[in-house]
């Protein structure tokens, strides 16, 4: 099968800061970490690519080190809604209009309330700031997110027939879960992974924004944005620069998302 | 369609009283002694006690949960411990920066999004489409507190259009006050209307795939009239979802752009009072914030009602 | 003088052909019958003359309406012209109208938009069609939505649509398909009436050819395409001169040969005065919430060897009843035993599971798309622990039923309609069981493809001694297959006994009403064809 246009571009795209993070745990231009005060907010150019900060610490290296934040961050917050939501959606399909569907249901729709920003709220107060807040926050409402897609994608193959031909060979609810319902929605919950990974990315990086998330000295795209605000008269590229690479990042994997569909969803495909 | 509105109500209050418990919980139950907790490892016993009095902490957690609720019912949210005044007064006077803004971003979304929406679907495959899928593949992609700081460098810092950041108040006038919420709604806007505008285009081309589309055409209605006449109130209803969801999301965006722009709102208090260990005004806001999401989403469901017949007559 | 006359009408959709040098005849106020098997591209000659043709559509030669070329005419004329001059409805009346507008303004709107009438006016002139459509004011006000009415009403609401404004030609896209029975009956007298009175053309087309016997002036048989055979109606019926044509007719008449000799004292399933209550949804809160009987009290036995139908409308609680015997309901009250181990859901012993199996109507449904023939058709030794042959009677099965051994390997997605309706068969062989449960096995297939099922389904219950229970809202099918019969209604069965004898000398008027609602080729037609040779 050829692949589509979006899925190619966007792997390459994300695949770069994929490949920066990786890479920054062995290189990186100049130490992440290294102050020099003499150098600070330098323009982009000779021997800082992307210039540096107010401590002149260079940008381009605190960019890929942030990488390995964000992308941590997004992953192991998919992680959890996928490991905590799929099952219950499985569970709630599977007992359609019962007990443990209402329960499901109604505790997604509480969730939902509950914005991720006001999650993290919540456990900063209480707790104080670290990126483990960030990623509770992010997987809490990544939970009712993949039960409801999850539920929704399950319903409709609970009426088929080959379902029913399952139960007639005697299998239980459970077991017909993951052999019939599960393998097929795999498709459209890896669809709605990378674009819960990519809404990850941009939850991270607010939530370092405002405070909520990684705390220093781990760098995170969202804090150099926080940091470059009082100076963004002086040294724009101080903003510019760690933006870039949250839209670039997110862009590429919303296109690898779209990629996906194109290729996995039945519909599309039995229509080609 | 009464007996649907009240469920929606019943389920409105239901949600409600859990998201209390659950607030009130995390903020007066997990971390323990909420006093000793807000003055920190060094207090003396006495202070402790005395802030505990202060704060009406002396009873059960039962009883307190109860004053609690009781007192947000009757306006009285408790006393600020770090300002030494009413929560109530401090959030209403924030509120009025927080919401309206919500709200002006949510407007213009919408006003950019439902036609830009119908422009692609009718042009679909075109280049009036591919232009606007290829915008909003990159609005989505844009954080909105980034795309703030961007406004603000192009047309505060450098054309000096707008001013960069603080709030006139109220009395100043509405045309100053809205002036200097028009870059932060925007900011908060575009991004969400870009998925907005994705939503609308898909739903409008789903459902021109529908039979009674195709019932319509033959009645002899141009491909112009069913969008009109058919497809469009049809497509409004996933819509309408992801308006309620933006609602919450737009609310939290609010919350982080105020910090952008110095806009006393209610994201300046809460990471206040975080900072500062004001339990009490943490917990208040929250509650608020979550009130307004639950009562949004209670909204969007009575206008599915008014919108869709087949809802109006089921219990 | 002919109304619409299509000359060498050629069809392809993105470079694939779809049709070949159609020509046909309307005469004004005829009804004209087009008959084929799904996919002889009868619906895209409909749309072609509607001008409603998909994207990539590239059409030739000519469809003159009066002096008007309709395959040539731009959007705009077109328009003008569908729903005044030519009107068309289609198969499937659930989804055909907008459910967010009344059935008065989606009527009216015909009017409105041609600029006959304003709105207050059009709605007056949709109560006078509604009316004579046969939805009267008192129960069906304008004000109605679609969600609120039947399938069978909505298609009245649709006709009514076509023809508010007296088209000269009504194109009906099998508009009795989706339609029970009783339903389709009704629906074709009214579209016969609307014919006679307004000097309307009909131009009707369906799969099922005792439906045109019963109306059409004129029939024309489309195969892959192309139109084989086209006459005067009864002419055509009684020579059947084309190849095609004849095995049309002989495959929906086909009567499968049985081999078995059923031992009917030998009773293998005994339905006892089963009752299957569902809860309604509550009204309102504090209300009770309701119950609705879909089973009441039916009782019923198949004997071994022994071919047991059950017919009636869609809603009549056979699908519950079937999913009762499969032991996939509690059940209310009564009793269900399988050779007298009785079945109570929902955990019915595998060993007693395995003797009763299962073939559904939906040969695109019924399989998990994602795994190999091997592993579906193996999936009910589920029920049995280790099977040491596995592999064995996966292919012993296979061929069985008519397919290679190899196919086992393959996706299900390699094999048409037909060859999965017998890897279906294939499945519910597999744990050689004694009853099997044919749920509308037949209902989605073409009638060609349907005979060569009916003649499997009946040698394999030769060699195998199965009992069949045979459930479908097909009369006709019954009739031919089964050896007793029962008919339900409203969750009662409301007669039983052999088929011949129920079909012959129906007693209860539920039966009689279906029987006589069922099309049927006037049985002189016959005649000629069989001195023919044919048929």
């Not at chain 1, 393998?183 to 919950?189: E, Y």
């Not at chain 2, 927080?98 to 280049?127: D, E, H, K, N, Q």
């Not at chain 2, 789903?206 to 019932?215: A, C, F, V």
């Not at chain 2, 006449?229 to 105020?258: C, D, K, W, Y």
């Amino acid at each position: 099968m050829r692949w589509p246009v979006s899925l190619i571009l966007g792997l390459a795209l994300s695949g770069v800061f994929v490949a920066a993070a990786l890479l920054s745990f062995f290189w990186t231009p100049h130490d992440h970490e290294t102050m020099a005060i003499a150098d600070r907010m330098l323009r982009p150019g000779e021997g800082h690519l992307l210039g540096t900060d107010h401590f002149g610490r260079d940008i381009l290296s605190m960019i890929m080190v942030g990488a390995r934040t964000s992308i941590a961050v997004a992953i192991v917050a998919v992680g959890i809604g996928i490991v905590v939501g799929v099952p219950l959606g499985l569970l709630a399909a599977a007992n359609r209009g019962g007990l443990v569907d209402e329960v499901v249901m109604r505790g997604n729709d509480l969730v939902f309330a509950f914005p991720s920003l006001v999650i993290a709220i919540l456990i900063t107060a209480v707790f104080g700031p670290s990126a483990v807040n960030a990623i509770i926050a992010i997987g809490i409402f990544n939970i009712p997110v993949f039960a409801r897609v999850a539920r929704g994608a399950a319903l409709p193959l609970w009426t088929l027939d080959y379902v029913m031909a399952a139960r007639v060979a005697g299998k239980g609810k459970l077991r017909i879960s993951v052999e019939h319902i599960l393998t097929n929605i795999a498709n459209i919950l890896i669809v709605q992974g990378t674009i819960q990974f990519s809404l990850g990315i941009l939850a991270e990086a607010a939530l370092s924004y405002v405070g909520l998330g990684a705390q220093p000295p781990t760098p995170s795209w969202g804090r150099m944005l926080a940091d470059s605000q009082t100076m963004i008269a002086l040294a724009p590229h101080m903003a510019v620069f760690p933006g870039l690479a949250i839209v670039f990042t997110v862009l590429g994997l919303n296109l690898v998302g779209d990629g996906l569909r194109d290729i996995l969803d039945p519909r599309l495909r039995r229509a080609r | 369609m009464a007996s649907y509105v009240f469920a929606r109500l019943l389920s409105l209050c239901v949600s409600l009283i859990v998201a209390s418990v659950v607030i009130f919980t995390a903020v007066e139950v997990v971390p323990g002694d909420p006093a000793s907790f807000m003055l920190g490892m060094n207090a003396s016993p006495d202070a402790v006690a005395a802030l505990r009095e202060e704060l009406g902490l002396t009873g059960s957690l039962p009883e307190r949960y109860l004053s609690w609720v009781g007192g947000m019912l009757t306006g009285d949210f408790g006393t600020s411990y770090t300002y030494r005044v009413p929560v109530a007064e401090l959030v209403a006077a924030r509120l009025w920066v927080s919401l309206p803004l919500t709200f002006y971003a949510m407007v213009l979304s919408t006003l950019i999004a439902l036609p830009v929406g119908m422009l692609a679907a009718a042009r679909r495959g075109r280049p009036a489409d591919l232009t606007v899928m290829g915008t909003t593949q990159l609005g989505i992609a844009v954080p909105n507190f980034w795309f703030a700081m961007l406004l603000v460098l192009i047309f505060a810092i450098n054309l000096r259009w707008f001013p960069a950041g603080g709030f006139p108040g109220w009395e100043a006038g509405f045309v100053p006050s809205m002036t200097a919420l028009t870059l932060p709604a925007i900011a908060l806007a575009l991004p969400q209307a870009s998925i907005l505008a994705r939503v609308m285009r898909s739903s409008v081309l789903e459902t021109l795939g529908q039979d009674y589309i195709r019932t319509a055409r033959a009645k002899g209605l141009s491909q112009r009239q069913t969008v009109v006449r058919h497809a469009f109130r049809n497509a409004l209803i996933p819509v309408m979802t992801i308006l309620g969801l933006q609602f919450s999301f737009l609310l939290a965006g609010a919350i982080i752009i105020e910090n952008v722009f110095f806009l006393p709102g209610l994201g300046r208090l809460i990471f206040q009072g975080i900072t500062q260990r004001d339990l009490i005004v943490v917990e208040s806001v929250v509650m608020l914030l979550v009130f307004s999401v639950i009562l949004v989403t209670f909204l969007v469901d009575l206008a599915y009602a008014a919108v869709d017949p087949r809802l109006r007559r089921r219990g | 003088m002919s109304l619409l006359s299509v000359r060498d009408l050629s069809l392809a959709i993105h470079g694939t052909p779809i049709l070949k040098d159609v020509s046909f005849d309307v005469a004004p106020g005829e009804v004209f019958g087009l008959v084929g098997e799904s996919g002889s591209g009868k619906s895209m000659t409909a749309l072609a003359c509607m001008g409603l043709l998909p994207n990539g559509s590239k059409v030739g030669g000519q469809a003159m309406l009066g002096d008007q070329n309709l395959l040539a005419l731009p959007e705009r004329r077109l328009r003008d012209l569908r729903g005044r001059e030519i009107g068309m409805i289609f198969q499937e009346p659930m989804t055909a109208l907008n459910p967010m507008q009344t059935i008065g303004d989606q009527v009216a709107e015909t009017l409105v938009i041609h600029g006959v009438a304003r709105r207050t006016e059009a709605l007056k002139v949709a109560r006078e069609k509604l009316d004579r459509v046969g939805l009267g004011a008192a129960r069906f006000p304008l004000t109605r939505y679609p969600h609120e009415l039947s399938g069978g009403q909505r298609q009245r609401v649709c006709i009514a649509m076509a023809v508010a404004l007296q088209p000269k030609l009504l194109i009906a896209d099998e508009p009795t398909t989706a339609l029970d029975v009783t339903t389709q009956a009704q629906i074709l007298d009214l579209l016969r009436g609307l014919v006679d009175e307004a000097g309307m053309a009909l131009m009707l087309i369906t799969h099922d050819l005792a439906v045109v016997a019963g109306i059409a002036q004129h029939v024309a048989v489309m195969q892959s395409g192309e139109i084989v055979e086209a006459a005067e109606t009864e002419a055509l019926f009684r020579k059947r001169a084309h190849p095609y044509t004849r095995a049309l007719f002989a495959a929906s008449e086909h009567a499968p040969e049985r081999t078995g000799h059923p031992q009917i004292a030998d009773t293998v399933l005994e339905v006892e005065r089963v009752v299957r209550d569902y809860a309604l949804p509550r009204k309102h809160l504090f209300a009770a919430p309701g119950h609705v009987r879909a089973v009441d009290g039916v009782s019923l036995r198949v004997g071994r060897g022994e071919s047991v139908g059950l017919v009636g409308e869609s809603g009549c609680g056979k699908s519950t009843l079937t999913r009762a015997i499969l032991g996939l309901e509690r059940l209310q009250g009564g009793r269900i035993a399988l050779d007298d181990i009785p079945i109570e859901a929902p955990h019915v012993a595998p060993g007693t599971r395995r003797r009763m199996q299962v073939v559904f109507q939906d040969p695109y449904g019924s399989f998990n798309p994602r795994h190999r023939v091997a592993r579906l058709v193996a999936e009910p030794f589920h029920l049995m622990g280790r099977v040491e042959d596995a592999d064995a009677r996966v292919e012993g099965a296979l061929e069985a039923v008519g397919l290679q051994a190899s196919d086992k390997e393959r996706f299900i997605h390699e094999f048409s309609g037909g060859q999965r309706q017998r890897i279906a068969i294939a499945r519910a062989l597999i744990t050689r069981p004694d009853l099997i449960v044919l749920d509308e096995a037949v209902s989605a297939l073409d009638v060609r493809v349907r005979a060569q099922i009916l003649d499997l389904l009946a040698q394999l219950q030769g060699e195998y001694g199965l009992s069949y229970l045979f459930i479908s809202h097909d009369l006709g099918v019954v009739r031919r297959v089964t050896d007793r019969v029962m008919v339900m209604q409203a969750g009662k069965i409301v007669e039983e006994g052999q088929t011949e004898r129920v079909f012959s000398y129906p007693e209860h008027p539920y039966t009689k009403a279906l029987i006589a609602a069922t099309p049927r080729i006037p049985e002189s037609w016959h005649e000629e064809a069989r001195s023919n040779g044919v048929g």
